[in-house]
């Protein structure tokens, strides 16, 4: 059987979903050496600052057969210097038992679709050094390894316009 998926914007009514997905992707995170500490985020803390009246971030939400089953957690940043916008991508989890389905090119595509119709330069993001499947994931997209600060890659996922 067919999932359906389905690729959207969150809501503030998504808040207490995107607390959940924020911790598993801590204990994630945690588990490839690339976070050791603890979240601090609530669910006041997500509405306020992605629903709010000056949203922070923004999130896209991957419904699989009408359940939540990852997301995508990003901002825009601003480059005065060469007058153009990016995206840093702040969040990607697909979960567990979802994983290595496709379903995380997918988030990935939206987000990239988001790009482009907003115009901005790049996408950039970061991963454990300790995350190579997830290395592999990424450059199969098309993104280059920007930076290393030590052994943790930088990406850039340059847009066309």
Do not use: C
């Not at 503030?12 to 607390?19: F, G, I, M, N, T």
């Not at 997905?21 to 995170?29: C, M, P």
């Not at 991508?89 to 119709?117: C, I, N, P, W």
């Not at 190579?132 to 930088?154: N, S, V």
């Amino acid at each position: 059987m067919e999932n359906t998926v389905i690729l959207r914007t969150a809501t503030k009514k998504d808040a207490s979903k995107l607390l959940e997905l924020i911790e598993q992707k801590a204990e994630f995170d945690r588990s490839m050496k690339g976070f050791s500490g603890e979240i601090s985020t609530t669910v006041e803390k997500i509405e306020r600052t992605l629903f709010g009246d000056h949203p922070f971030a923004h999130a896209l939400m991957l419904e699989l057969d009408g359940d939540v089953q990852g997301f995508a957690l990003f901002h825009y940043r601003y480059s005065s210097f060469s007058g153009e916008p990016s995206i840093w991508l702040d969040d990607l989890l697909v979960v567990g038992e979802q994983r290595s389905k496709g379903y995380g090119r997918e988030l990935m595509h939206a987000l990239k679709s988001r790009a482009e119709t907003s115009w901005v330069s790049h996408i950039s993001w970061t991963a454990s050094p300790h995350n190579t499947k997830a290395h592999t994931f990424y450059k199969r997209l098309g993104a280059e390894i920007e930076r290393m600060d030590g052994q943790r890659p930088y990406f850039r996922w340059a847009m066309q316009r």
